[in-house]
């Protein structure tokens, strides 16, 4: 009689999109956790980020100037749609809308940035 033996499988890696990278604009960048040791002091796993090869992942980012915060420079409320209409395609930002009067009339809120 002869015998088969078979090598146990290494179990997969669960391989997730990584949110960072997506959020900066680099969809589907596949990474992986794998324990990398514990912290002592704490009793906690450390974990690191690898892509699908195995190597540690970076994250994908932008130019710094993508993430600074364009500042408010004017405030405009309007009360009909077409007057938002015509500020938005001047280059406006829509804020918000609430009814602001008694008679339940909508106010749109846009601002202009720098």
């Not at 949110?19 to 002091?41: L, M, T, W």
């Not at 970076?58 to 915060?69: C, Y």
Request: hydrophobic fraction near 35%; charged fraction near 25%.
């Amino acid at each position: 009689m002869s015998a088969v033996h078979a090598e146990a499988s290494k179990p997969q890696k669960k391989m997730q999109e990584c949110n960072r990278c997506k959020a900066a604009g680099f969809p589907g960048q596949q990474i992986g956790f794998e324990k990398a040791g514990e912290d002592f002091s704490t009793g906690k796993a450390i974990w690191r980020l690898v892509n699908e090869d195995g190597t540690e992942h970076k994250h994908q980012v932008t130019a710094r100037a993508s993430f600074r915060r364009r500042r408010i420079v004017d405030i405009a409320t309007v009360t009909t749609i077409e007057e938002a209409k015509k500020l938005l395609a001047l280059g406006w930002d829509y804020q918000t809308s609430y009814p602001a009067t008694l008679s339940q009339m909508p106010h749109y809120i846009l601002v202009k940035r720098e």
